[in-house]
């Protein structure tokens, strides 16, 4: 079956500080993969996605590429604000099939502080 | 302009209840699904519909019933409500063509079974 692994949380950084949040997937066929993110109290929002193998999402200042050889879709900003402040998700999907369903990692908290 | 609309966005009742989520997209899409968060904020498809037709019913207790009226809307009905169903309830769409699969989400449902 399809699933995401992401990196637990919570994270806490300071601002301006470097931010890593792994995700891993494993998949039946081709995936898309997706950043979504949740800030507080409200619904999730698309942060940036990748299509295809080598792919780079960005999106706000983060990125994520699509590696194939390791499965990975790990997202990245070079200098996080306090306004990034959410609840980050790493999710995939099968470009196959009518439904082609978000199966979603299990989100990472991130707390950046002043 | 509201893409992807669920109301109420909060729901408490009681234990036994009857009561209807609703969900309306006005990006012309021919997918909406349902998802589920939980307190750990985990989330989990539960149904999708694609021009009215079920597509996707995970492993959810019969109490909850899907209905789509026309392709923009896809309701949630759930009888004998119980503590376990407290959780916040969202809405997605996406285009039926769209290749990335990226999927809009409403602003959620937070339900509270007391």
């Known amino acids: 079956g399809n699933s995401v692994t992401q990196m637990e949380g919570p994270v806490t950084l300071s601002e301006e500080a470097f931010l890593t949040i792994n995700c891993t997937y494993t998949a039946t066929g081709y995936p898309s993969l997706f950043w979504y993110v949740q800030y507080p109290g409200e619904g999730l929002q698309l942060l940036l996605k990748a299509t295809k193998a080598d792919d780079k999402g960005s999106n706000k200042g983060f990125e994520a590429t699509y590696r194939k050889e390791t499965t990975s879709f790990h997202l990245e900003k070079g200098s996080v604000q306090v306004s990034d402040s959410a609840v980050y998700f790493c999710a995939l999907s099968i470009s196959s099939g009518s439904a082609r369903q978000l199966t979603f990692g299990s989100g990472t908290q991130l707390t950046v502080l002043p | 302009d509201t893409a992807v609309s669920q109301t109420p966005k909060y729901l408490v009742t009681q234990m036994g209840n009857d009561k209807s989520i609703k969900c309306e997209q006005n990006?012309?899409?021919?997918?909406m699904y349902w998802y589920k968060q939980d307190s750990k904020k985990f989330l989990k498809i539960m149904f999708s519909y694609n021009n009215k037709e079920l597509i996707i019913n995970e492993t959810v207790p019969n109490r909850f019933s899907p209905k789509s009226p026309d392709k923009a809307h896809l309701n949630l009905h759930i009888n004998s409500l119980e503590l376990g169903d407290s959780a916040v309830y969202f809405c997605?769409?996406?285009?039926?063509?769209?290749?990335?699969?990226?999927?809009?989400f409403g602003p959620g449902t937070r339900l509270t079974v007391l």
């Open positions: 997605a769409s996406r285009e039926g063509f769209s290749r990335s699969n990226e999927q809009f």
């Open positions: 990006l012309g899409h021919d997918t």
